[in-house]
């Protein structure tokens, strides 16, 4: 793999801050944009923009098939079993709400749903705001001592009042990734439905939505070198099919009348309003970076940038770094420093060292279910200052 070839494809990558070439490494908050990605935007903001399933004029006729052949793209990707089970949202976040929201109406007191101790907020929260329709437990699965799901305990937390499973394929926090084939099956065994948050694997991990068996499978366009704006819900076509929809207007509409409104087919009972059609497009040229990249080349380079950073990390007297499980990620977020004003030293001039710790406190800090206080150290804004 020639990775100054694949430097030269990111235009942002050119760019110096305060001086210095930009270093980022905040990945899986967001990655960056490979040119072909910014060139589809571009493009059909200044050829092809009409608003998709409204017109039969010719501008409307190709936004909608370059929407359309996205889903597509998408469903190949991910194999799932046809277009109409992937809904475009606005990222993992509204795919998991929109999920809890539909499916969720389901739900009656003391129902329980099984999460685990590294989830994300977006897969915490949304199932806490069903408490506003009924008494809700959440059972939160543990992590052993190097950051591996307790597959036991998660085992042990199904019983006839559990309705939904939920839990992430790889950690933001940990970059554990968790056995989602076996999961599903032991939520299966129960006749339980998985929702997995793919958020932190579809940039890394070949997804087979048919082979894991899950029910529902979300992630971002903005973490896979795609536009912002722009997620995909994936779901079981007989589960879409008998959920009510999440939000109205607009596309998920057959016939609207004051009296009584019948709703679209799938996938539009889902995309109310009107989409974020060029983001969409252009998600389908990230897909083309990446299987053109290949998967296997992208594994192969961050596991040995993980290998080199955690040495490196290693050597830090007092640095601890969290998940440590087998087979992880390449991801490094979640690191206790018991001297931090050495580390800061370290990695930034001293005399910007309150200015750093002030803004990633404000910018980044935030409370880690799995411990404590986390931060994801904002690389690129510290090598720039
Ligand atoms: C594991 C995980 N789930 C969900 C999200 C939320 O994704 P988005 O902000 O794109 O909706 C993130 C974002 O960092 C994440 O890492």
Redesign the pocket.
């Known amino acids: 793999m020639d990775i100054n070839r694949i430097r030269g494809e990111f235009p942002i990558l050119d760019r110096k801050v305060n001086g210095k070439p930009l270093i980022y490494l905040d990945n899986?908050?967001t990655s960056q944009t490979p040119r072909e990605v910014v060139e589809a935007i571009t493009r059909m903001y200044e050829t092809t923009k009409a608003n998709v399933h409204r017109g039969v004029h010719t501008l409307s006729q190709e936004a909608t098939d370059l929407q359309e052949a996205s889903r597509r793209r998408i469903q190949r990707y991910i194999n799932a079993a046809a277009p109409e089970e992937i809904i475009f949202t606005r990222?993992?976040?509204?795919a998991i709400n929109l999920v809890a929201a539909s499916y969720g109406q389901r739900f009656r007191d003391g129902d329980e749903i099984i999460l685990t101790v590294m989830e994300?907020h977006?897969?915490i929260v949304p199932w806490q705001l069903l408490g506003n329709h009924a008494d809700i437990k959440l059972r939160v699965v543990d992590i052993r001592e190097n950051g591996e799901l307790d597959l036991e305990q998660y085992r042990s937390l199904f019983n006839d009042r559990t309705v939904m499973a939920a839990f992430?394929h790889v950690s933001?926090v940990l970059g554990t990734v968790n056995p989602v084939k076996e999961m599903t099956a032991i939520a299966h065994a129960h006749g339980v439905p998985v929702l997995v948050?793919g958020?932190?694997a579809s940039p890394h991990l070949r997804i087979d939505v048919r082979d894991l068996d899950c029910d529902f499978y979300t992630f971002?366009s903005?973490?896979m070198y795609g536009p912002a704006g722009v997620?995909v819900l994936y779901g079981r076509r007989s589960l879409l099919e008998e959920m009510p929809p999440y939000q109205g207007g607009g596309e998920m509409i057959k016939h609207v009348s004051f009296e009584k409104t019948t709703f679209a087919d799938l996938p539009f009972k889902f995309e109310a309003g009107t989409p974020d059609f060029v983001d969409i497009a252009a998600f389908d040229k990230a897909i083309d970076f990446i299987e053109r990249t290949g998967l296997d080349n992208i594994e192969r380079q961050e596991q040995e940038l993980l290998a080199y950073a955690t040495e490196r990390l290693n050597e830090i007297a007092g640095l601890t770094i969290y998940g440590n499980a087998p087979g992880k990620s390449a991801v490094i977020f979640d690191i206790t420093i018991q001297e931090e004003q050495e580390i800061v030293a370290i990695v930034v001039p001293k005399d910007k060292k309150t200015e750093i710790m002030q803004a990633i406190s404000s910018a980044h800090g935030m409370d880690s279910p799995a411990h404590g206080v986390a931060f994801s150290l904002p690389v690129d804004g510290i090598m720039g200052l």
């Open positions: 899986t908050a990222g993992t976040t509204e994300h977006a897969n992430c933001n948050d958020a932190q971002s903005h973490k997620g």
